[in-house]
């Protein structure tokens, strides 16, 4: 299958219309709605394979990708991303430190156990526990203890009020008897409550994931959900077209976006996402921790070129973390403006200037250079960061573009193992998913190492304050400051897209990306 898979992505690559094959998967035909017969199959093209397939510990799109479909949460988001009964099938809030959460009865895990408070105080113990390193700590730390009512009544008490939390409660609850038994078997086995069944991984490959035929809320149309690794955009659009897969999702090439919107075979949607780009500066490297060096780099930055060159107005110009789909959003956040005249003096400021007429500004004898980095999936960030090379280049900074696996490269952040990263992040449904893990000086998503005691202050009382409109006040603060000292340059909204054949019908697509609705998915023969 892997020589397939290698042989597929060769050959789309210079024939994008090749008519390739994957496999041969069984045609187990259903009969559907006014005598329509549909496949037993959905296959789907991700652009990277997941990492962790536990709920606690993932954290990129295609590990939630399977989990969000695998497990359930106590709640789920809806499109409009408001919070609607899971597991807990209600929910009270008698003061502002208490949560008391009414689980559903009769609900089974995979293996055939029954899913209990037990189960959820385990989950959210195991998470606030920070030898487990979860990367989901931080958005959890308000709370203090987990207490089980009875086998269906569970009941979080925090420390402080939070705001975000209800919006974080999506995340899978995993059965404490396998997990206490094996603490790792979930990364690579996972077992749920959800609507499909996990059935293999081929890493690099495939993931293999079957009906629930025993779902609590009704068995997945479909017997069969694939999801197929497929690094290039490109390959992944051929193979669509060629009908080796039924669904593709962002991130995807503006060229292919273009050219499949005027295929009749096909359905294109897009629509604004949840989620932005950003240069990620470590300031912990001695070139990069130099305020006015960042300075200087965001004022060779042109978004709008970024934007209309490369992503051809699917992504747009950014300002601030506070992306325009949130209620948190300011168009009053200060940016820096593409100015070759302010960045060359913002370097002679830090103390370097071209002395020697090489075309490179130094100090004290030693070249300003600066490495950029992105992961090879995407090839509009590449772009992107050799567009920059060549900005940062002309503009006497000597630059190299560093590209890795995305396995490689998020290693790599998380070990602070670069000078200015280019990645993004998604899922931003509140202004705290935005800004809390990426600038709070406790957080272990904090890669670049950006410490600020007044912006921790108001990260807390983000989370503290309930009234929305105070709340939309401190994170424009927030925005406002780590704009200022570049923690991040935020270059680009990122637009949402999904592209399927026409065969493939009863599909609702979420902001947020969000695959769940596949249970209700068939594809036509």
């Known amino acids: 299958m892997k020589d397939r898979i290698k042989l597929l992505f060769v050959i789309c690559v210079v024939a994008v219309l090749a008519a390739c094959s994957f496999s041969n998967p069984e045609e187990s035909i259903s009969s559907g709605d006014e005598g329509a017969s549909y496949k037993n199959e959905i296959k789907v093209g991700l652009d990277v394979d997941a990492t962790k397939l536990d709920p606690r510990l993932a954290s990129d799109s295609s590990s939630k990708r399977v989990t969000e479909v695998v497990y359930n949460g106590l709640i789920r988001l809806n ?3 408001e919070a609607m009964p899971d597991l807990a099938e209600s929910w009270e809030n008698p003061d502002e430190l208490t949560w008391i959460f009414n689980l559903r009865k009769d609900v089974k895990f995979h293996d055939g156990e029954e899913l209990t408070a037990e189960d959820v105080k385990y989950t959210f113990d195991t998470i606030l526990d920070p030898a487990f390193q979860s990367n989901s700590l931080a958005l959890f730390s308000p709370i203090t203890s987990v207490e089980v009512i009875d086998d269906y009544k569970v009941q979080f008490n925090l420390s402080q009020p939070y705001a975000p939390l209800l919006s974080y409660l999506e995340i899978g609850i995993v059965p404490k008897h396998l997990a206490e038994a094996d603490s790792e078997s979930l990364t690579t086995k ?4 959800g609507p499909y069944k996990f059935e293999s991984w081929d890493k690099n490959n495939k993931i293999v994931l079957t009906a629930n035929k025993e779902y609590w809320n ?5 017997d069969k959900l694939v999801y197929f690794i497929i690094p290039d955009n490109s390959t992944r659009v051929a193979s669509l077209e060629s009908g080796d897969i039924d ?3 962002s991130p995807l ?3 292919d976006v273009e050219r499949m919107r005027g295929n009749k075979d096909f359905v294109t949607e897009e629509k604004e996402g949840v989620g ?4 990620n500066f470590n300031m912990k490297n001695d070139k990069t921790a130099d305020l006015k060096v960042r300075q200087a780099i965001s004022h060779l930055i042109d978004k709008e070129t970024i934007s209309k060159a490369i992503y051809r107005g699917m992504d747009k110009p950014a300002k601030s973390p506070l992306i325009p789909a949130s209620w948190a959003y300011s168009d009053d956040v200060p940016d820096f403006e593409y100015s070759p005249e302010k960045a060359k003096e913002l370097l002679k400021e830090a103390g370097y200037e071209d002395t020697n007429g090489d075309g490179i500004v130094e100090k004290n004898g030693v070249d300003l250079e600066i490495e950029l980095s992105t992961h090879t999936e995407d090839p509009n960030r590449i772009q992107v960061v050799e567009y920059l090379q060549n900005e940062l280049s002309k503009n006497g900074i000597k630059t190299s573009v560093t590209t890795t696996e995305w396995s490689t490269f998020s290693n790599n952040m998380m070990e602070g193992k670069y000078q200015v990263a280019l990645l993004g992040w998604l899922n931003l449904f509140d202004p705290d998913r ?3 893990n990426q600038f709070h000086s406790s957080s272990g998503n904090n890669y670049g190492k950006y410490n600020n005691p007044k912006v921790d202050a108001l990260l807390e009382e983000g989370r503290k304050t309930n009234d929305q409109a105070k709340r939309q006040e401190i994170y424009k603060e927030i925005a406002t400051i780590v704009n200022e000292e570049v923690a991040y340059n935020v270059l680009l909204y990122q637009g949402y897209v999904v592209i399927h054949s026409k065969k493939l019908v009863g599909f609702e697509s979420s902001p947020n ?13």
């Open 253 to 255: 090439s503006a060229s």
């Open 247 to 249: 669904f593709i999702h």
């Open 276 to 279: 932005y780009t950003y240069l």
């Open 513 to 525: 990306g969000s695959f769940f609705n596949m249970v209700n998915v068939q594809v036509e023969n």
């Open 79 to 81: 499109a409009n991303l």
């Open 218 to 222: 009704g068995a997945p149309k479909t």
């Open 434 to 436: 935005a800004t809390y």
């Open 190 to 193: 996972p077992v749920g409550t």
